[in-house]
């Protein structure tokens, strides 16, 4: 089982950045896909980002368009997410979450972190 807890959010003005991250408990954190995603009043859920066991491989939503990346550092169990030239439109809860399917849904959630960006 593991266990995510987010951090990092708060009020930023449009165009700057913001560091969120993810601090994960219990055992083969390592051997997790971990996730990026957000969700914003009224509207689904959207994936953000995500990034493979080792690292090597990332992904993004299209709405990223270079403006955010995903990284971990497996020996501290962490996952971070760095968002870059923020917008009004980013405003949202950010969760972060593990599976150990990747393509498939994901096992564990973390309790969300808010993000709101002001014009």
């Known amino acids: 089982q593991v266990q995510l807890s987010e951090s990092g959010g708060g009020l930023v003005q449009a165009g700057g950045s913001l560091r969120l991250s993810c601090a994960a408990s219990?055992?083969?954190?390592?051997?997790?896909?971990m996730g990026w995603f957000r969700q914003a009043p009224g509207k689904e859920r959207e994936f953000a980002a995500g990034?493979?066991?080792?690292?090597?491989?990332?992904y993004y939503g299209d709405f990223v368009k270079g403006r955010f990346t995903i990284s971990r550092e497996n020996a501290e169990k962490m996952v971070y997410l760095q968002m870059t030239n923020l917008k009004p439109e980013d405003t949202a809860v950010y969760y972060c979450?593990?599976?150990?399917?990747?393509?498939?849904?994901?096992?564990?959630w973390g309790q969300g972190t808010q993000v709101t960006v002001s014009s």
């Open positions: 979450a593990a599976t150990s399917r990747p393509g498939r849904e994901y096992d564990y």
């Open positions: 219990g055992r083969y954190f390592s051997s997790y896909f």
């Open positions: 990034i493979n066991w080792s690292g090597d491989n990332t």
